[in-house]
């Protein structure tokens, strides 16, 4: 059995795990205040061109998201999302249960657009008993969304303009951002993710390291005191340096953009095959996601080989499944995969 | 420059970086759902004689603390803590962040004691309007404490009876429990810990893990929907295989106790040079931590070569240090110490 | 200038304010413990032929709907309400605030069905990752809802089925339960109320009284520490007395039901008035709001002499309006705004 | 029997029963949007001798106080206290609610002073893993204090002197200001007050009022949104013009210093006529509480006319007791206690 479930059935990088080997009887400091994790920030912010941007190290995705959103918003305000943004849908009420109502924007594609946000802010501007309902003070924005959709440089730098023009941030999750990045279809950089939002985060967990996201803090407006924030919500790593050499090692070589490149070429190598059967897609593959439509008959042989994710029931017959794939995915498995496919499709 | 700072300032135990290593392309699933959470987990169930109790790694200390505490409590409900208690010190308010009141009982030796705790609870239930104030219903202890000391068999049984008596549990926080567990003044077994506690932790981090924190849970009341809590506040890790791996391999012959061992055992060597120059201490050693109380201008000297915590300032020319030993603590080390010690008494 | 905007435009009915200075020198207990609220209680209870339910007096209907809410769940839970539902539209988060989503079914009537929650009830348990949701563990709704319609008893009974086949809680918000009871379309009792929810509210802010709420606890199961909730958010009133004056009042000699009577009936003779002249309703009249889609240009000339509240934009030159009746209504002054109409379409 | 027990015994003096029957059916806008809080604030601003301060009324004293420092204090931070301080003993851990701890000074008088204060400041930032803990952002006293006294200009005067060099706000719950400032022992006046504090509020619910406080915020810093606060709270009372009518009464004509100089001079009676018979007191009575220390055997005499309040044991024979006046007490009634207690003592 071979598993396209998700990014993260593997370890990590073999050039993370030579790292942590390497200085595994090193003594350093704890909490983020040691060399490696020094030298990671420094790399980072080469790569960002930006030397004044704050950088966190945090353990997980979700406890990122739930400590930068209640960092940055007061507490009567919420964070605007689209309706299937990983925040609104998959954190089991994370932001809620810091205090914050999530403001949904319906969505299919996982993107949501200036025209809506702004009516959303007009909505609440236009209404003389606002303070009756939450105040829209932030929006979260996935790149990659949900979905494997991208945006475009020319959409994010709309969405940027649209926030400053409201005085609010843009908090970009960037859970897979490299595979956003090294998609062909991309044309941002991640200096314009640095320049164009407020808050972002470069994530690590589904990116080839054992775990960890690097937050970037670029508005000085939200950098004060951040650690408390980190700490009272019990994010801050004893060993912080496990988070810095991972990081380090990452932003070394352009490692971190060579690992989402061979994911999304996997991504790509796989669309390619199962287009070819004239197979149906929910969307287009663009990063390392791939939503291919098969009767249901067909994945129950499929799922004797492989593990897939059943996404959504798309018709009686047939299912939506996703194929997810990653630094780690083994190229001989995707050809196996396509090989069965064409065997059973005959 | 050696450390004695603090217990987390190395990686991994190598058996653990090695497990590690071994097993870091195999795939498995997310979440702690994977193979090596459940030997883990069943090893740990055999160590604690204890078939029924529910298991969680979590990755961090105050995490767990935040998690087990505000999953067990009623939303007007506090918890009772030693003054000293690390959620009440050292955890930035990350209790009151989930709303509930840390209700303090003084101490000077990190404990706290069922006479001290019952009158607490008499002074609420005597109270009429008791309603006006938070109602305690959870005594909170660690061991060893903050300042080193362990529990005693009996007073361990005395407490939990209490607890009993007045229907609310008891938490113990074991971030350094194997250090309780090995010391030569303990009569306590982990299979004591599970029986007379309602829900505690077996610490990782600084028993030698990279990270990691075992949740368990004996008290049926509290098992229900765990992994809910534990998602809502961003603990659920995505390669949950991470703190299996590690747990698994710390309750494979007996490691994890062997390395606690090792650690008391530089502690006794470290406090006995010591002892033998007659500086005094401020508790007696007895797990991990030793507490010197040496002359201002000592300390000066001995910053040159090592680093200690200075823990609190004792009379104008003497102030009290701490030396923390670890499964990592290098013996030469140790007799460098008390060598240069003795010189500069000479 | 005569106000329809809402049904809180005055202070209290007559009975209320002489009850009030009938006794305002006695000397009474705090905090609801005083014998009027015992009163109070009692006849309530009486009307609900239901003599082992808790009532609390609060203070207002926000506060309400929050503490009943936050002490129902467990923190990892949410609440199911419609869209439109009060929780999820005006009250700033309030819910959120106390760290639960609110789960929403979308509606055009203000109501939520069986069929619905089922379906969002199946949705979470069939997810075999459900702990990274919000687990659904209560339905909100209001009689009559935020857009005047009314449950049936046969709606009703089909809900409190469903719940109670999920094993989740019906709370009913009856802000304005007088007007959903006497409507001459209704065919459900105050004792039908008590029996099919667990937890309800009996508005008073909205009925005739100067503020105040009475909220009652049928199921056992949250009566328990409920007082501590009421104080934690600041909803113990210091002179208790005043909510059960005023509830002992408004359930001495049906007063309640009669104060509810007149704002229905005020709202026919409007709905009536209007649709003789052939203007369209967003949605028939069954209680205490009234909504005609009038020209704007009407619109302009009826606000020389009314207030109305502007609900929704219709077409281009057409909005919804709202006229809100209460037990304070003047019938002059309902002749008056008819009349006015009459001349403006003539 | 007649109590003092409390201040909150009866419902509201003469002038404010009049103010809302005479009011009672005339239209007012919501929400404290009318023309009667408009003229309270006004009037209470020219009292302020401060134009441009913010001032909301809200229904009771702990939801003003958590609403006010929720408000001002950032989710990290904490907010300094006696230990006496009703936010630390009788809210129901109404602060910690909201997400923040109160950090304690042991206080017996009820006062804490700017040396206490500084030192805890300085222990705070003189940590250099100060993120670990709380951090200290605001003061809060109440004026009169727990135990009945009073804060003198200079002490007020350094603690806002302390507070500004630390750039934290000072929080004065007023909930018996008036009992303060007409204490024949004060030297402050409501300016000084307004001038020397950030944040503070004028007390309604034990000065005479049926219920409500006026919070004022003079500092700018935390006067935007202040609205959404108190909504997501539920204080925002829908007929505010309940609160608008009664303090613009309180403050027409002096009114609101004269009830509260009554309270007191009835308090330097009872205080003067046991002083008479040589009891002992807990503390000199300087407002409206007396605290005379009595024989177990004569408080149970006295109970049987008289109800007080047993405030705490002194020793095995005698127990402190609480005597409470207000703007109701009846001097009549205050003479027969002091007659009972001259028979009792013969």
Not at 224 to 237: A, S, T
Request: hydrophobic share 40%.
């Amino acid at each position: 059995m071979y598993s396209f479930l998700n990014d993260y059935s593997e370890g990590a990088c073999k050039e993370i795990m030579q790292a942590l080997n390497d200085t595994n009887l090193e003594q350093t400091s704890g909490y983020g205040t040691d060399e490696y994790s020094d030298l990671a920030r420094a790399s980072i912010r080469k790569h960002l061109e930006n030397a004044d941007c704050d950088i966190h190290f945090l353990g997980a995705g979700t406890l990122t998201n739930l400590i930068a959103i209640s960092a940055v918003l007061r507490t009567y305000q919420g964070v605007i999302s689209a309706s299937s943004g990983h925040i609104n849908t998959h954190e089991s009420g994370a932001i809620e249960a810091t205090g914050h109502k999530v403001l949904t924007i319906p969505s299919t594609d996982g993107k949501i657009y200036p025209k809506e946000i702004n009516a959303l802010m007009n909505h609440h501007y236009d209404d003389s008993n606002r303070e009756h309902t939450v105040q829209p003070a932030m929006v979260y924005i996935s790149n990659p969304t949900e979905v494997g959709t991208i945006y475009s440089k020319s959409e994010l730098t709309e969405l940027s303009a649209l926030c400053k023009k409201w005085d609010i941030p843009l908090f970009i999750d960037g859970a897979r951002l490299g595979c956003a990045l090294t998609s062909k279809f991309n044309d941002v950089t991640l200096k314009d993710i640095a320049k164009l939002s407020d808050v972002f985060y470069i994530g690590g967990t589904k990116m080839g390291a054992l775990f960890g996201e690097a937050l970037v803090i670029t508005n000085p407006k939200y950098k004060k005191d951040f650690r408390y924030h980190i700490k009272q919500h019990g994010g801050m790593v004893a060993k912080g340096r496990l988070l810095g050499i991972q990081f380090n090692t990452l932003f070394t070589d352009n490692l971190y953009m060579k690992l989402a490149t061979h994911a999304n070429e996997m991504a790509q190598k796989l669309a390619s095959g199962i287009k070819e059967l004239n197979f149906p897609f929910l969307t287009d593959t663009v990063s390392n996601q791939v939503f291919p439509i098969f009767p249901i008959t067909l994945i129950e042989k499929l799922n004797e080989k492989f593990v897939v994710a059943l996404w959504e029931h798309h018709t009686e017959t047939t299912d939506v499944v996703r194929l997810c794939t990653s630094w780690a995915t083994d190229e001989n498995q995707v050809d196996n995969f396509l090989d069965l496919l064409r065997n059973l499709v005959r």
